[in-house]
């Protein structure tokens, strides 16, 4: 027998927190489904200095933990665990968590996020865990005076470049254009850092090592002159952006030409009617948690008025 909810939340991000206090609070009952990182990106992060309202900055899952007591608080109910499967197709909607539990709900709130890119090499997936990382929070304490590598030219790339010099002896950002994407306090932040140095035009062709012995270097291509150089390095972090997570509503939603859902502009409405989303996975641009928290707090609204309709 399936469990009802008059609104599901899946995905537990800002954005699906958020949506779950609105909704709790319009005493919409909502039942949330935390997904396999509950918590989201933030979770990953160290500082957060850009949440309005903590003027000293707070760390990420800190931040978290206290968008989910404040949803608790207002009587959302969380289940832990990963819907498996999803179909808009039928009224209620049906989703299953972890292949075993049942629940159907007469509007949905999607706040899957995004998950991080990687390069695409085949020995990045043979070597991650064993000097390969798209997270500098979770793995740089096993890098103690190593030289590491990170990959990107953006704000993350910045912010795992400057987090791994407390661990490593050097940190080289090795990038494919000549000029970085990274916000002007982000860039300036790791320019001045003097153990971090910069690689420019450059990609990582091929990386060297073996399960046995980790990392040892990388085989890097000037893009410019189709040159390679070996690298020599312990350690490489991917920091090359993120992927909405739509895996799971594909080819029952509309999706844009990256992949993430979209939604009607200045709402949260996905091409099924009741079904909402909210965060990363809807946002190709602008993607921080106060955007994702806003949207989640549009998503609850616009479900309550669909419900109520
Ligand atoms: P991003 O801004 O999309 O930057 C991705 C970087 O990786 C770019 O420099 C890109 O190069 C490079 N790249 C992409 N694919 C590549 C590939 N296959 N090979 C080599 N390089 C590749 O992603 P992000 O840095 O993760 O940031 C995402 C969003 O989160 C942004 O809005 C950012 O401001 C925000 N963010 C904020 C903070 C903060 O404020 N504390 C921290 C982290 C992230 P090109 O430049 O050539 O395209």
Not at 83 to 88: E, I, K, N, R, Y
Not at 234 to 263: M, S, W
Not at 271 to 298: K, L, N
Request: with cysteine; hydrophobic share 40%; aromatic share 8%.
């Amino acid at each position: 027998m399936a469990e009802h909810t008059r609104l599901l939340i899946v995905g537990s991000g800002p954005a699906g927190y958020t949506a779950a206090l609105y909704a709790s609070r319009a005493e919409l009952s909502p039942v949330l489904i935390a997904g396999s990182q509950p918590g989201g990106q933030l979770m990953i992060t160290t500082d957060v200095e850009n949440y309005p309202g903590f003027p000293k900055g707070i760390l990420g899952p800190d931040l978290m933990d206290l968008f989910k007591a404040q949803a608790e608080r207002f009587g959302t109910r969380f289940v832990q665990g990963t819907v498996t499967s999803l179909d808009l197709s039928r009224r209620p909607f049906r989703a299953v968590v972890d292949e075993k539990e049942d629940w159907t709900a007469d509007a949905l709130v999607l706040s899957t996020g995004a998950s991080a890119k990687w390069i695409g090499l085949p020995r990045e997936a043979e070597l991650s865990g064993y000097g390969v990382s798209a997270c500098a929070t979770c793995d740089g304490f096993f890098f103690k005076g190593k030289e590491l590598a990170v990959v990107g030219g953006g704000d993350t790339a910045m912010e795992e470049a400057t987090f791994l010099t407390k661990f490593a002896t050097r940190v080289t950002v090795i990038h494919r254009r000549g000029e970085l994407r990274a916000s002007k306090i982000m860039q300036e932040r790791a320019r001045k850092n003097p153990k971090i140095a910069f690689r420019w035009d450059s990609v990582v062709a091929d990386i060297l090592g073996s399960r046995e012995e980790g990392v040892t270097g990388l085989v890097l291509q000037d893009v410019k002159t189709g040159a390679r150089s070996n690298f020599s390095c312990q350690g490489l972090f991917v920091a090359i952006g993120h992927e909405p997570n739509t895996k799971l509503f594909a080819g029952q939603i509309e999706l844009d030409a990256k992949g993430y859902v979209r939604t009607v502009p200045g709402t949260t409405k996905t091409s099924v009617p009741g079904v909402f989303a909210c965060g990363d996975v809807q946002d190709p641009f602008y993607r921080q948690a106060v955007t994702a928290a806003g949207s989640g707090c549009m998503a609850a609204i616009d479900a309550g008025h669909w419900l109520a309709g």
